[in-house]
T-cell receptor
Framework: DQQVKQNSPSLSVQEGRISILNCDYT??????FLWYKKYPAEGPTFLIS?????DKNEDGRFTVFLNKSAKHLSLHIVPSQPGDSAVYFC??????????????FGKGTLLTVNP | KAGVTQTPRYLIKTRGQQVTLSCSPI?????VSWYQQTPGQGLQFLFE???????NKGNFPGRFSGRQFSNSRSEMNVSTLELGDSALYLC???????????FGDGTRLSIL
């Protein structure tokens, strides 16, 4: 049972345009969401997070939007740069202790930003 | 500030052997988690340690085990290796439960 889904395995955008990466989740206990970027041969790098008490969080070119009723979040990158080309993972965890603290990852979306 | 350090970076073993992987968390981080990444399954949670105690465990067989030392460094052990254990093993640390996890570059384990 895949609790965090990234339905687009890949996305290609032009440099300077907006990149929108999407993520859906099924577990209503999730209340903390994160996006990671991963280059080949490196570990995932934390990008941005959002807790369920917010619906938007912004950090420079990166903005994460959370729609709790739809159990959907998205990452917007504006403007996209060639160096943003990487695999992006959506991840979620819950509060309350126990197994909810672990991160559950989506399978990733490969973003390619063309010059 | 040094990041999460994993050793070794690459390892080749044969079926039936055992292996120990090491992880040094970011200074001050007491929580260490381990993940397995494979092309088919993505990133799968193995276990999490906090203050030398296993706090969470994923759905992996008992051949996968870990421990954490008093200095927060952690080791992961896999016994009786199988071909399917070939994967990238990632370690992550965090300062507290409501903070993001920061990952090391992983250990690439290949089973022949």
């Amino acid at each position: 049972d895949q609790q965090v889904k990234q339905n687009s395995p890949s996305l290609s955008v032009q440099e300077g345009r907006i990149s929108i990466l999407n993520c859906d989740y099924t577990n209503s206990m999730f209340d903390y969401f994160l996006w990671y970027k991963k280059y080949p041969a490196e570990g995932p790098t934390f990008l941005i997070s959002i807790s369920s008490i917010k619906d938007k969080n912004e950090d420079g070119r990166f903005t994460v939007f959370l729609n709790k009723s739809a159990k959907h979040l998205s990452l917007h990158i504006v403007p996209s740069q060639p160096g943003d080309s990487a695999v992006y993972f959506c991840a979620a965890s819950g509060a309350g202790g126990g197994s909810n603290y672990k991160l559950t990852f989506g399978k990733g979306t490969l973003l390619t930003v063309n010059p | 500030k040094a990041g999460v350090t994993q050793t070794p970076r690459y390892l080749i073993k044969t079926r039936g052997q055992q292996v120990t992987l090491s992880c040094s968390p970011i200074s001050g981080h007491r929580s260490v988690s381990w993940y397995q990444q494979t092309p088919g399954q993505g990133l799968q949670f193995l276990f999490e340690y906090f203050s030398e105690t296993q706090r969470n465990k994923g759905n992996f067989p008992g051949r996968f085990s870990g421990r954490q030392f008093s200095n927060s460094r952690s080791e992961m052990n896999v016994s009786t290796l199988e071909l399917g254990d070939s994967a990238l093993y990632l370690c992550a640390s965090r300062a507290s439960s409501n903070q993001p996890q920061h990952f090391g570059d992983g250990t690439r384990l290949s089973i022949l």
